[in-house]
Nanobody, 125 residues
Framework: QVQLVESGGGSVQAGGSLRLSCAAS????????VGWFRQAPGMEREGVAA????????YYADSVKGRFTISQDNAKNTVYLQMNSLKPEDTAMYYC??????????????????WGQGTQVTVSS
């Protein structure tokens, strides 16, 4: 199994920045890619970004391209999401999740079978 723990959420004003972290433990060698998802109250869960293990291929939702950057530190088994130029519409609970199938299936959340507990991001105007 894989355990994921997010951190780094908080409250910022529009235009500000936050960096989220997702620390993985357990059977980490089974992870194909790690994705960040977010869900606002009353809204569907949305894929934000993903990164493949090893090669580090990255994927982004159109809504965050140019503002968010996903990266990983393999030595620390940690994936980061640097969020710049934050907007009020970025307000949501952010979750990281691991895809352990044969290829990265982001943004299809149903293939991500290990999830963290989430970290809240609130952006005020």
């Amino acid at each position: 199994q894989v355990q994921l723990v997010e951190s780094g959420g908080g409250s910022v004003q529009a235009g500000g920045s936050l960096r989220l972290s997702c620390a993985a433990s357990g059977y980490t060698s089974s992870i194909i890619c790690v994705g960040w998802f977010r869900q606002a109250p009353g809204m569907e869960r949305e894929g934000v970004a993903a990164i493949t293990s090893g090669v580090g291929t990255t994927y982004y939702a159109d809504s965050v391209k140019g503002r968010f950057t996903i990266s990983q530190d393999n030595a620390k088994n940690t994936v980061y999401l640097q969020m710049n130029s934050l907007k009020p519409e970025d307000t949501a609970m952010y979750y990281c999740a691991a895809d352990r199938f044969s290829s990265c299936n982001w943004p299809a959340a149903r293939y991500f079978n290990n999830w963290g507990q989430g970290t809240q991001v609130t952006v005020s105007s």
